[in-house]
């Protein structure tokens, strides 16, 4: 699985061996940089809330719209050389999922989350709560969409798993059950 984990695109004239630890070595930066920087904007935002104060700290907050480009711009960059299932390109399109969730952009959030969960679905076990994770996210995106027969089945995919994790009578699993008859 470790090669399908670091997929190269096939390209016609292949990136050398440097190239491509380049770009290994530029998703671990910009991975890093994205912690960081999301760490501030929490960090910031507590203790304007906490103190009152505005005036200072706003140098500093990095609004979601841009972090969201950093994402789409190191996506760009990293696309031209690994493949959309590398864990680099899964982590950046996690988070700018993340990101437009948090700005309430439930397309922009869907359109990432199911590029994420085919590769996910390969890279974790079966039954991993990840993926019922990440099943959960595209059903809710769904309904919350009118999609309702997309929502119903990624949201049983999502049930399928969590069955097999939590146990079937796991009282989240019967939250989402609910949720299924309420829409």
């Known amino acids: 699985q470790d090669e399908e984990k670091l997929k190269i695109r096939k390209l016609n ?4 061996a440097e190239t491509v630890r380049d770009m290994i070595k530029y998703a671990r930066n910009v991975i890093e940089e994205f912690r960081r920087a999301k760490h501030y904007k929490y960090i910031l935002c507590s203790c304007l809330i906490r103190n009152n104060l505005f005036i200072g700290f706003l140098d500093f907050f990095i609004p979601p719209g ?5 994402c789409e ?13 590398n864990v680099y390109m899964l982590h950046m399109m996690y988070q700018a999922m993340g990101v437009c969730l948090y700005m309430q952009d439930w397309e922009g959030a869907l359109r990432y989350g199911q590029k ?42 999502a049930i399928a798993i969590m069955e097999v994790a939590h146990g ?15 829409h």
């Open 13 to 16: 004239d292949p990136p050398s």
């Open 66 to 70: 841009e972090l969201l480009e950093i």
């Open 73 to 85: 711009l190191s996506l760009d960059k990293m696309g031209a050389v690994f493949e959309d299932s």
């Open 116 to 157: 994420i969960i085919r590769p996910y679905s390969k890279h974790y076990p079966s039954y991993s709560l990840n993926v019922a994770s990440m099943w959960l996210k595209l059903g809710r995106l769904y309904m919350a969409l009118e999609n309702r027969l997309a929502g119903v089945k990624a949201l049983k995919r």
């Open 168 to 182: 079937k009578d796991h009282p989240y699993i019967s939250e989402i059950k609910k949720e299924l008859e309420d």
